[in-house]
């Protein structure tokens, strides 16, 4: 049940050039990442840095944001020299650049005027001036999330949580796999697809589940290139809300329904206890999901061993000893 990348390309992450790849900081940094580090050998890293890129050098002065009269502006922190004309011609340029390229999620610098996708201060003037009372997405990196809306988008900071990079990895890698469905533009491979995500999907977000299988079965017979442009879209939006537990635990009972004849009366008392322990945040989810795996393995159950939610990305990737947060 372990993801297979043998001859095969690999997902395409856009990634911020200063993080383990290049010390193009302001201050000449370069900013170490154990997450990205390991990423590297199962992605393909598109690297970016457009403070650089607009002909800023290695070291320069800091560059902020300046919220003014609702207009905000790119600019040298001391000097006050107006960057935002050629930040946002770059943009333009880079990203219709970007939109040309199979591009299945992005780590993005943390609240770099330039890149940070959220939580970057805004300021009232140049110098020590103080916050505008708000906060924004750098110019580059709110213009990636307009265009690639419903990717897995994300900052270096976010992603020391567990929950997150978990999440992240998975939407990344099903949205990669999907590539083949539009590669071979074929009804069979969609069908094969679906059926293969389908308990993932269910613990996602059961509604758009259903919603994807009517797809499937097209029975307006649509032609097959519209069913799989539309299903991408809705696909993008099942994997973009994290798990919750209800659903997990709605969708674990629907994988226990496979072994209820199968499974004695004390093992699935066990099972349905260590349920009861994750809906109390007792143990993580990965526990009742492993359980179930064993059983798989022991059953020999066809179907479910193709189910990618046991193994959504590649499990090298992700180190849990690593994170300081809480696991889901």
């Known amino acids: 049940m372990e993801m297979n990348l043998k001859n095969m390309e690999r997902p395409v992450v856009l990634l911020s050039k200063c993080i383990e790849h290049e010390a193009c900081r302001y201050d000449g ?19 970016v840095c457009p403070e650089v890129e607009i002909g800023l050098p290695i070291p320069r002065e800091a560059i902020r944001i300046i919220g003014d009269n609702g207009v905000e502006k790119l600019v040298f922190s001391r000097s006050g020299h107006d960057l935002t004309k050629k930040m946002q011609t770059f943009v333009e340029y880079t990203v219709e650049n970007l939109k040309k390229k199979s591009i299945h999620g992005a780590i993005l610098k943390s609240r770099s005027p330039s890149c940070g996708i959220k939580d970057v201060k805004v300021y009232k003037d140049i110098g020590k001036s103080p916050s505008a009372g708000y906060k924004t997405a750098g110019f580059f990196g709110r213009e990636v999330i307009n265009i690639f809306d419903g990717l897995a988008i994300e900052d270096e900071g976010r992603l020391t949580n567990y929950d997150i ?94 072994f209820k004849n199968k499974l004695s ?41 193709g189910q990618t939610i046991f193994s959504p990305y590649p499990r090298a990737i992700l180190d849990v000893a690593d994170s300081g947060k809480g696991i889901d």
């Not at 900013?31 to 690297?47: A, T």
């Not at 093992?267 to 795996?293: H, M, N, R």
């Open 29 to 47: 940094s370069m900013v170490g990442d154990s997450f990205v580090k390991r990423l590297e050998n199962y992605v393909d890293f598109i690297l």
């Open 165 to 258: 990079r978990n999440h992240f990895l998975t939407r990344i890698f099903t949205m990669y796999s999907y590539e083949s469905v539009k590669k071979e533009n074929s009804i069979n491979e969609l069908i094969k697809f679906h059926s293969s995500n389908k308990y993932l999907l269910m613990a996602y977000h059961q509604t758009n589940q259903k919603v994807l299988g009517k797809l499937v079965a097209n029975h307006n017979n649509e032609p097959i290139k519209k069913i799989i442009i539309e299903y991408e879209q809705i696909l993008k939006y099942a994997l973009a809300t994290p798990m919750k537990t209800s659903k997990n635990i709605n969708m674990l009972m629907h994988l226990l329904g496979y």
């Open 265 to 305: 009366k004390d093992e699935k008392s066990y099972f349905l206890d260590l349920l009861e322990q994750y809906s109390s945040k007792k143990v993580p989810f990965s526990v009742p999901l492993t359980l179930i795996g064993g059983w798989v393995v022991r059953f020999n159950e066809p179907y479910l061993k």
